[in-house]
């Protein structure tokens, strides 16, 4: 499975903002994107297992801030990527402190920093995968 394969979810209370996001999304080849217009949504569907979560700070029923905690003690090697109107240093280091792995500012550049940020996750993941395969070679010659 490679990584345009796996799950995504946008979290955001702006049905515009999720439909924007989606519409990136598929532009940039990803296919299994899941959209919830609530922080309560997007954590009942947590055990299918998502990637990565594009997950908006400002939102009614749960903020950002404690949907990326819940997001986190469920399963910590989730991706989360929160989106903010807020140009907030504090929120962002808040947030990063918390587990997320990057904070983009809503606005002009939003939808060039996401394919930015999934661009810097592919690597990662392809290094974690090379990396993987090559401690497995390792062992096996051991023998």
Known sequence: MGTLDKKIFVVDDDLLTVK???????????TDIHTFL??????????????????DYQMEDLDGGQVL???KRFNPDV??????????????????KQGAFDYIVKGQNDQANMASTLERIHKIEHHILHSRRSLISRLINLF
Not at 20 to 30: M, N, P, T
Not at 41 to 53: A, G, V, W
Request: with cysteine; charged share 20%.
């Open 20 to 30: 924007s996001y989606s519409r990136l999304l598929e532009k940039l080849g990803y």
């Open 38 to 55: 609530d922080g309560t949504s997007c954590l009942k569907e947590l055990h299918t297992q998502p990637f990565i979560i594009f997950l």
């Open 69 to 71: 905690n819940k997001i």
């Open 79 to 96: 991706y989360v990527v929160m989106m903010s109107s807020q140009k907030d240093v504090t929120k962002a280091v808040e947030t990063l």
